[in-house]
């Protein structure tokens, strides 16, 4: 069972996600202070003013690219030390990963990649981890039934 905390938390990175242009993958990012504040978000898209109609293009689109959890780290006006990150549906890459480090959040809740998103993404997920256990960072993934659970139980709730 999600904390209260961990399912808001991942609960407003799946609305952020959905702010997303790109039309395969869409990733949320929320940043939380320790007493539960918003302190920044952010999707996966191209930097401010740049166009955005090559969505398409793979190739192009992940060179320009974003990551949500960047998005999230450049848009924060304070420092982030102590703070956790959300990011829904899939772990940081390593580059991420190494962003999210280095601007000084100590904790990353995520979901379990699934068997499509760890073929393709694995090594980098691999990576990060490891990252992680170097630099003590509290990592901690949740699986996608256990989120989808908790949003039905949330929605039975009226929410
Ligand atoms: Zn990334």
Redesign the pocket.
Known sequence: MLNKWTFRGLKLAKEISTWSKDPSTKVGSVILDQNHRVISVGFNGYPKGCNDDGMENREEKYKKVL????NAILFAKQDLKNCTIYVYPMP??C???GAIIQSGISSIITLEPSPEQYERWGDDFDIAYKMYQERNVHFMQYSISEFDEECLKDKNNGN
């Open positions: 990551h949500s959890e960047i940081p890459c580059r991420c990963a």
